[in-house]
């Protein structure tokens, strides 16, 4: 049985938790706040949910989810991540994580950053470009008509593999972009954030994206 750990559980990681349990999976939860203040969303979702810290989420997951704001990098459980493969769904939101220079010139990426602060791992991009509720209401079942689609990115090929099987389960349609680097091209403010597409689509609105710096 793979088991899901998910370092923050809010708007996305909810979402995602109901997805992989409705899939089979089992899901360990953690927050900032403690365990206690996630036990009704473990009674939601049964028997293959528990909630623990964000250590003990990274020590169980088989595949570990990150989606937290952006200051809480620095407290990611990095010995406990290492070797396994971390999806990364965070957007750079100024207004939230303040100004991040690196960022803003675009020398470099919000996954890109993170696989450094955890080095042995191996980070993948996904779910970052879409709603929080759209993540249960629009998935579909593999060659559904106008199924919606969902980027992949990572630098390692078997991670980015393994978590566009991820995204097929749980109903969408992937669209694999390559390494870290090129996971810009559907973040905030581009063509592709938060709007639905199909595969073809999807394509287009990577081909349209412009840098921050260019905006």
Same mark, same amino acid.
């Given at each position: 049985?793979?088991?899901i750990?998910?370092i923050?559980s809010?708007h996305i ?6 997805l ?11 927050n900032?706040?403690?365990?206690? %203040?996630l ?5 939601? #979702?049964? +028997?293959?949910? !528990?909630a ?6 990274a020590?169980a ?5 990150? %989606? ?7 407290? #990611? ?10 999806i990364d %769904? ?6 939230? @994580?303040?100004?991040?220079? +690196?960022l +803003?010139?675009?020398s %470099? ?12 791992s191996k980070v993948?991009k996904?779910?970052?470009h879409?709603?929080? !509720?759209e ?8 060659g559904?008509? @106008? !199924?919606?689609? #969902?980027i992949v990115?990572?630098? @390692?090929?078997?991670a980015?593999? =393994? ?7 749980f109903?969408?349609d992937v669209?694999?972009?390559g390494? #870290? ?13 938060? =709007? !639905?597409? @199909? ?9 349209a994206?412009k840098r921050y710096?260019?905006?």
């Amino acid at each position: 049985m793979t088991i899901i750990g998910l370092i923050g559980s809010g708007h996305i990681g909810s979402q995602l938790a109901r997805l992989a349990v409705a899939r089979g999976y089992d899901v360990v939860l953690s927050n900032s706040r403690g365990p206690e %203040t996630l036990q009704a969303l473990v009674e939601e #979702l049964g +028997e293959h949910a !528990r909630a623990a810290t964000p250590a003990e989420a990274a020590a169980a997951g088989d595949l570990v989810v990150v %989606t937290t704001p952006l200051a809480a990098e620095k407290t #990611l459980p990095v010995a406990e991540l290492a070797g396994k493969i971390v999806i990364d %769904t965070n957007n750079y939101y100024p207004q939230r @994580d303040g100004t991040i220079p +690196e960022l +803003e010139d675009d020398s %470099t990426t919000v996954a890109e950053r993170l696989q450094k602060v955890l080095p042995t791992s191996k980070v993948v991009k996904a779910f970052n470009h879409i709603g929080a !509720r759209e993540l249960t209401s629009e998935s579909l079942p593999a060659g559904s008509p @106008d !199924r919606r689609a #969902l980027i992949v990115a990572g630098d @390692d090929a078997g991670a980015r593999t =393994r978590v566009a099987e991820l995204i097929d389960e749980f109903g969408f349609d992937v669209v694999d972009v390559g390494e #870290l680097s090129e996971g810009w091209r559907a973040q905030r403010d581009t063509p592709a954030y938060v =709007r !639905r597409y @199909d595969a073809a689509g999807l394509r287009e609105a990577l081909a349209a994206a412009k840098r921050y710096r260019d905006m």
